[in-house]
């Protein structure tokens, strides 16, 4: 059975930083490119940033430069630092599988998704 589970999220003030950990079981998960995706209220889901299975990573302009994604094979993990954090990031934030090494940002592009952590950044 395959579960992604999401961990970090909170309450925060703008300019403070995060970690969400995601943790994964039931696929292969070397061989899965993983993103993480966030949700604000009364939007749709977005992109924030992608990795590959060997580590090549990008990012949704808006992040860029302040988050990073990264991953650990070893412990089918992986992560997403919020440096800089600002109320418009304020939002529950998924992680999400795919196989391939392709930039997808498209939520109909993954397979597996997590139940969600909500970050809420205050100013």
């Known amino acids: 059975q395959v579960q992604l589970g999401e961990s970090g999220g909170g309450l925060v003030q703008a300019g403070d930083s995060l970690r969400l950990s995601c943790a994964s079981s039931g696929f292969t998960f070397s061989t899965y490119s993983m993103a993480w995706f966030r949700q604000a209220p009364g939007k749709e889901r977005e992109f924030v940033a992608f990795?590959?299975?060997?580590?090549?990573?990008d990012y949704a302009d808006s992040v860029r430069g302040r988050f990073t994604i990264s991953r650990d094979n070893a412990k089918n993990m992986v992560y997403l630092h919020l440096n800089s954090l600002q109320p418009e990031d304020t939002a529950v934030y998924y992680c999400a599988a795919r196989r391939g090494a392709d930039r997808v940002t498209m939520t109909s592009g993954y397979a597996y998704w997590g139940q969600g952590t909500q970050v809420t950044v205050s100013s």
């Open positions: 990795i590959t299975y060997f580590g090549r990573a």
